[in-house]
């Protein structure tokens, strides 16, 4: 079955740089159509999508946030690495990986658990 | 940040219809598949709806999507105390290149 799960600090500080991994199982970022994507939610608010990688390595990133993120894959390891640059408190968010196929018309079928990461000095 | 609008919150009582909805733009709703999470108090979103209007494996028959123009639906019928949970509606957006999400909407059972 397709699992994910992301790993990171659970504290970073203002101006530091945000590196998340999101490592699956259960399918291959080698196969058409599929890809990985990031989310957040700040808490008590809304969902928020950040970035997109797909299979070929076409990369998709949030236009308020794109000077900001980096997206990459390694499909050897079965992992996706997201970068944010000059985090800020307001940063500070549930971010979660999630599983699309086919291009995601199938919508973001399989998530991760989330992991919290707080912005704070 | 949301560019989907949601109402904040909705309720109904055992059994009741509930219908939550989604309005959007030409750019998002109105030219792409709309989808729906659900997310229980302390856990992931769940999928519930993908393309409009299609159910995946395991979600109950009480949930049913729908789309017109550049809004959409989500209606839950027979609602249940485990139905108790925030409700997000989403799209690709071609004007901004990316996946939007909306506001939320808190669905309680009175």
């Known amino acids: 079955q397709i699992t994910l799960k992301e790993s990171g600090p659970t504290l970073v500080k203002p101006t530091q740089t945000l590196t998340l991994t999101c490592t699956f199982s259960?399918?291959?970022?080698?196969?058409?159509?599929?890809?990985v994507g990031w989310i957040r939610q700040p808490p008590g608010k809304a969902l928020e999508w950040l970035a997109l990688?797909?299979?070929?390595?076409?990369?998709r990133y949030s236009p308020s946030l794109k000077s900001r993120l980096t997206i990459t894959k390694d499909t050897s390891k079965n992992q996706v690495v997201l970068t944010m640059t000059n985090m800020d408190p307001v940063d500070t968010a549930t971010y979660y990986c999630?599983?699309?196929?086919?291009?995601?018309?199938?919508?973001?079928?399989?998530w991760g658990q989330g992991t919290l990461v707080t912005v704070s000095s | 940040q949301s560019v989907l609008t949601q109402p904040p919150s909705a309720s109904g009582t055992p059994g009741q219809r509930v219908t939550i909805s989604c309005s959007g733009s030409?750019?998002?709703?109105?030219?792409?598949?709309v989808y729906w999470y659900q997310q229980l108090p302390g856990t992931a979103p769940k999928l519930l709806i993908y393309?409009?209007?299609q159910r995946p494996s395991g979600v109950p028959d009480r949930f049913s999507g729908s789309k017109s123009g550049t809004s959409a639906s989500l209606a839950i019928s027979g609602l249940r105390s485990e139905d108790e949970a925030d409700y997000y509606c989403?799209?690709?957006?071609?004007?901004?290149?990316?996946?939007?999400f909306g506001t939320g909407t808190k669905v309680t059972v009175l």
């Open positions: 999630a599983h699309v196929h086919d291009y995601g018309d199938f919508g973001f079928d399989y």
């Open positions: 259960g399918f291959s970022l080698s196969t058409s159509g599929v890809g």
């Open positions: 990688i797909y299979w070929d390595d076409d990369k």
């Open positions: 030409s750019s998002n709703i109105g030219s792409n598949y």
């Open positions: 393309r409009n209007n």
């Open positions: 989403a799209a690709w957006d071609d004007s901004l290149s990316g996946h939007v």
